[in-house]
């Protein structure tokens, strides 16, 4: 019994030990240094605010507009009338000079570009620029107080992050979807369409062109398209492509600043990557090419571009296509058993 005894006035010091120590919480919060006791009692119940990316939408959902394209074509080969093709899609107001980015399958040979602002104002916009290989096109209006989206250039998207899709799908007004970052791709000007960043958050016809945000509305990407194949036995879900930010603002300035994207080209093939002396073996090397010409060779292992080590093969694409042509770089490669510099006189690509 004297066990039983000790044991009982334990757990009833216990007791009064923690009613003392929640009523003083309660009354001096301070002393709970930054938790709030009141906040994290008060959840506990299941009526606290509910999870909502409202603030991050708010805040980017301004800077997003609906684009609408037209063409004026003939109707057909034996008569003269005209008839409109409208296209639809989203775009992107980078800064307030009235810069817009958007897909350039969007505007693509459109006579009339049309901007629409989530507040109704409507301005006719001017095609700046575009690339191919990213599909990225460049407009402007001329309006001022513009909303522009958050940016962050020093932002790194991270497979897992939730990401919200914010467009125009089938000309329904503005919409928002929601998804997560399936996987991320390269952000250097080599980077082809199946290396953009991957997500589930849904686009459609009329997406084009239109932002990514993380929660805090930072822009993440443009939303570009999703993903297509002929077998229609086995359809395909939640498989949707963005560019990503940091490569869709490299165009973007290439654009504004010289009317086109240049990239650096040096002429060489390769698909076989040797870990083992960290670079890539030589397949093909274009005739009259910067590579051709510097006397590069067919199976020549090249392990440094610029003095830069090698790591994959889209990474050395990367140094080269942001080389300025004419500029001189070094090429460290293996032939043979002899460790060689070649230098070589960077060309543009086109």
Same mark, same amino acid.
Request: charged share 15%.
């Given at each position: 019994? *004297?066990?039983?005894?000790?044991?009982?006035?334990? &757990?009833?010091?216990?007791?009064?030990?923690?009613?003392?120590?929640?009523?003083?919480?309660?009354?001096?919060? *301070?002393?709970?240094?930054?938790?709030?006791?009141?906040?994290?009692?008060?959840?506990?119940?299941?009526?606290?605010?509910?999870?909502?990316?409202? *603030?991050?939408?708010?805040?980017?959902?301004?800077?997003?507009?609906?684009?609408?394209?037209?063409? &004026?074509?003939?109707?057909?080969?034996?008569?003269?009338?005209?008839?409109?093709?409208?296209?639809?899609?989203?775009?992107?107001?980078?800064?307030?000079?009235? &810069?817009?980015?958007?897909? &350039?399958?969007?505007?693509?040979?459109?006579?009339?570009?049309?901007?629409?602002?989530?507040?109704?104002?409507?301005?006719?916009?001017?095609?700046?620029?575009?690339?191919?290989?990213?599909?990225?096109?460049?407009?402007?209006?001329?309006?001022?107080?513009?909303?522009?989206?958050?940016?962050?250039?020093?932002?790194?998207?991270?497979?897992?992050?939730?990401?919200?899709?914010?467009?125009?799908?089938?000309?329904?007004?503005?919409?928002?979807?929601?998804?997560?970052?399936?996987?991320?791709?390269?952000?250097?000007?080599?980077?082809?369409?199946?290396?953009?960043?991957?997500?589930?958050?849904?686009?459609?016809?009329?997406?084009?062109?239109?932002?990514?945000?993380?929660?805090?509305?930072?822009?993440?990407?443009?939303?570009?398209?999703?993903?297509?194949?002929?077998?229609?036995?086995?359809?395909?879900?939640?498989?949707?492509?963005?560019?990503?930010?940091?490569?869709?603002?490299?165009?973007?300035?290439?654009?504004?600043?010289?009317?086109?994207?240049?990239?650096?080209?040096?002429?060489?093939?390769?698909?076989?990557?040797?870990?083992?002396?960290?670079?890539?073996?030589?397949?093909?090397?274009?005739?009259?090419?910067?590579?051709? *010409?510097?006397?590069?060779?067919?199976?020549?292992?090249?392990?440094?571009?610029?003095?830069?080590?090698?790591?994959?093969?889209?990474?050395?694409?990367?140094?080269?296509?942001?080389?300025?042509?004419?500029?001189?770089?070094?090429?460290?490669?293996?032939?043979?058993?002899?460790?060689?510099?070649?230098?070589?006189?960077?060309?543009?690509?086109?």
């Amino acid at each position: 019994m *004297k066990a039983l005894d000790i044991i009982k006035y334990v &757990f009833k010091s216990a007791s009064y030990g923690v009613f003392i120590a929640v009523l003083l919480l309660l009354f001096f919060p *301070k002393l709970a240094g930054n938790v709030d006791v009141f906040s994290a009692l008060t959840k506990a119940d299941g009526n606290g605010q509910p999870l909502s990316y409202a *603030k991050g939408v708010s805040v980017a959902s301004p800077a997003v507009v609906n684009i609408y394209s037209k063409d &004026f074509q003939s109707s057909s080969a034996f008569t003269t009338r005209a008839r409109n093709v409208q296209r639809l899609g989203s775009g992107v107001i980078m800064d307030q000079a009235g &810069f817009i980015l958007t897909n &350039f399958h969007v505007v693509q040979g459109a006579d009339q570009i049309v901007v629409v602002l989530q507040t109704g104002q409507q301005f006719p916009a001017e095609l700046i620029g575009y690339d191919y290989l990213t599909d990225l096109a460049v407009l402007k209006v001329a309006a001022t107080n513009l909303p522009v989206i958050p940016q962050n250039l020093a932002l790194q998207s991270r497979v897992g992050d939730v990401v919200l899709a914010i467009g125009n799908p089938l000309d329904l007004g503005q919409t928002v979807t929601q998804g997560v970052i399936s996987a991320t791709g390269r952000n250097g000007l080599s980077s082809n369409y199946s290396e953009f960043l991957q997500m589930d958050a849904a686009i459609n016809e009329g997406n084009s062109g239109g932002a990514l945000i993380n929660t805090n509305g930072e822009l993440v990407g443009i939303n570009s398209s999703k993903f297509k194949q002929n077998n229609r036995l086995n359809p395909v879900q939640g498989i949707f492509f963005a560019i990503p930010y940091e490569l869709a603002y490299k165009v973007m300035t290439q654009i504004i600043e010289k009317g086109r994207v240049v990239r650096g080209w040096l002429g060489v093939a390769s698909d076989f990557y040797e870990p083992n002396y960290k670079g890539f073996i030589v397949q093909d090397v274009t005739p009259n090419s910067p590579a051709s *010409k510097a006397g590069i060779r067919v199976n020549d292992l090249i392990f440094s571009i610029d003095g830069k080590p090698i790591d994959s093969i889209p990474q050395a694409l990367d140094i080269v296509a942001e080389t300025a042509p004419g500029t001189r770089i070094d090429i460290g490669l293996y032939r043979g058993d002899r460790k060689i510099s070649v230098p070589v006189i960077i060309q543009e690509r086109f």
